[in-house]
């Protein structure tokens, strides 16, 4: 992109050098900079439009990271609560065994 620019920008260059009297190489050099000024403001909103876009992706890439982060506390959370559980269910199986072979000893 930036070649094309150049390219365009050089291509005005020998307009005035082509123009033989004071009022064409006036005009040459008055086209020049509108289609100088032209392709500034082109760039321009082409340099904006990217701050943006960078601005909203690093948005979204703070959010996600944000969502990540609280995905892992949840997970972290859920696999306490499922190991706490499971040692209770195992607990309680265990005396609910050892109940039913004092019951069967007649004890």
């Not at 943006?52 to 696999?79: E, P, V, Y």
């Amino acid at each position: 992109m930036l070649t094309r620019y150049g390219f365009l920008l050089l291509a005005t260059v020998p307009l005035l050098a082509l123009a033989q009297t004071a009022d064409e190489q006036l005009l040459s050099a008055q086209m020049a900079f509108q289609q100088a000024k032209s392709q500034q403001q082109q760039a321009d909103d082409k340099l904006q439009q990217a701050q943006a876009a960078k601005s909203l992706a690093d948005q979204q890439l703070a959010d996600a990271q944000h969502k990540a982060q609280q995905a892992q506390d949840d997970l972290n959370a859920a696999t306490a609560i499922q190991k706490a559980t499971t040692q209770l269910f195992q607990q309680q199986t265990q005396q609910l065994q050892d109940a039913w072979k004092r019951k069967e000893s007649g004890g």
